[in-house]
Structures are given as structure tokens and as C-alpha cells.
């Protein structure tokens, strides 16, 4: 399929384009506090996740990450037999974070069980409520053990050396 993309956008739009390594910035996850992640008694890989899913399903949900949201003011993340690719991919899209690159840096392996609760930095809370719960860094830390580092590294990326109006079909 990438290859027929690859190949229409080619033919269509004359796309010329090459990769290139350049130093950009990332956020490397790292261990800070050793044995906060919770390995899953069961490190069995879960099944492909083909899941009808309501409001509270009757058990853990093996392989799947569940965010739930009080009104905009608190956020819980709740995972079991999660693997720390899905957890760096949970918080590459999350939006809690910029739009830098996440490299795991944990050297964790095997199936973990995560729980985190944290009050968002743009939180609007109502004023009769009080949002209990860390800032999304301070909890990675506290919870998971885990911190989100600024750093620099090598990446490739796509750079676009022409682009052309498509052709008629």
C-alpha cells in the first residue's frame, strides 16, 4: 500500500523527495525511580484488541489503554499488559505534551499494569469542585517512576524537494 501511495504521488503531483538525518529536539522517557512500574502478573501478549466497549467493562481490558476525563479538570489512565511502546505512543498523542519526539530511553521490557491521575495544567475546574491530583509531569514521576527529559538527537525526516499541481485523471 505505501508503495502505490509512494508511486501516485509521484506520477500526480511530480513529488520529489528524500530523507535526511538532522539534530532536532525529543523527549527522552527515563527511569527515575526503579521499580514504580507495576509488571502484569500475566505476561502473556494480549489478544489483538477486537473490543465492544461500554462505560465500565467487567474486567480489565488486557493490552488497552483507558483515559477517563472528569469534566476537564482531572484525568485518570488506567492500562494493564501495556507494553512501554504503547505507553510512549499513549504519550506522543496524548496532547498533554508538545509535539516532540518521545524515545524511550526506560530499558523496560515485559507487560505492565499503569495507573495515573493528574489534574491538566489548562484544568477548569468549577469552583464548588476541587481537582485533586499532580501536573501530568509531576505524576509520570511520582506514579510511574518514569520522567520526560528535554534532549537533542539525530532523527531522520522527509524533506520535500518539489511539488506540483496534480494531473488531470
Not at 522517557?29 to 484488541?49: E, F, I, N, R, Y
Not at 465492544?52 to 488497552?64: D, S, V
Request: no cysteine.
Amino acid at each position: 500500500m505505501q508503495q502505490m501511495v509512494q508511486s501516485l504521488l509521484e506520477e500526480r503531483f511530480q513529488l520529489k523527495a528524500h530523507f535526511e538525518t538532522r539534530e532536532l529536539p525529543v523527549i527522552n522517557l527515563v527511569v527515575v525511580k526503579p521499580g514504580k512500574m507495576t509488571l502484569s502478573a500475566d505476561q502473556t501478549p494480549p489478544d489483538s484488541p477486537v473490543v465492544a466497549l461500554g462505560f465500565n467493562p467487567p474486567a480489565p481490558l488486557r493490552g488497552i489503554i483507558l483515559t477517563n476525563f472528569r469534566g476537564s479538570y482531572e484525568t485518570f489512565v488506567t492500562g494493564t499488559a501495556i507494553t512501554m511502546d504503547k505507553i510512549v505512543r499513549l504519550l506522543q498523542g496524548s496532547g498533554w505534551l508538545t509535539r516532540e519526539h518521545i524515545i524511550d530511553k526506560t530499558g523496560l521490557n515485559g507487560l505492565f499494569d499503569i495507573h495515573l491521575h493528574f489534574a491538566p495544567e489548562n484544568r477548569t475546574a468549577p469552583t464548588v469542585i476541587e481537582p485533586s491530583g499532580s501536573s501530568f509531569f509531576t505524576a509520570v514521576q511520582e506514579q510511574l517512576g518514569l520522567k520526560l527529559e528535554h534532549a537533542k538527537a539525530q532523527l531522520p525526516i522527509l524533506v520535500i524537494d518539489s511539488i506540483q499541481q496534480p494531473s488531470e485523471n
